[in-house]
């Protein structure tokens, strides 16, 4: 599976963005899919994933609320719709893929990796 992470942008705080994540491969629908994101100096950290079927989803507690995670297996992509932003959530954002059937919060625990995308929020 090959990913391809796409969106991100500068946005003033409150404002929204939409990431997408497209992937190659024929059964990109029997893996679990989530986002990442890593702020300079700071450790890669789970923002959101969603199991292969969408039935599981789950979120930080920093952006539950304010990010919504979703799929679609026909299309082989993910999104991450972001709103209310906030000048923390200024990260390289990162889409990742793997075959577990749970949905985990650890990054070494994935497979496969996009090439990131850059979210810059201002004041």
């Known amino acids: 599976v090959q990913l391809q992470a796409s969106g991100g942008g500068l946005v003033q705080a409150g404002g929204s963005l939409r990431l997408s994540c497209a992937a190659s491969?024929?059964?990109?629908?029997?893996?679990?899919m989530s986002w990442f994101r890593q702020a300079p100096g700071k450790e890669r950290e789970f923002v959101a994933g969603i199991s292969w079927k969408g039935g599981a989803i789950y979120y930080s507690d920093s952006v539950k609320g304010r990010f919504t995670i979703s799929r679609d297996n026909a299309k082989n992509a993910m999104y991450l719709q972001m709103n209310s932003l906030k000048l923390e959530d200024t990260a390289v954002y990162y889409c990742?893929?793997?075959?577990?059937?749970?949905?985990?919060?650890?990054?070494?625990?994935?497979?496969?990796w996009g090439q990131g995308t850059q979210v810059t929020v201002s004041s």
């Open positions: 990742a893929a793997d075959r577990s059937s749970f949905v985990s919060r650890i990054p070494g625990s994935y497979d496969f």
């Open positions: 491969g024929r059964i990109f629908s029997t893996y679990m």
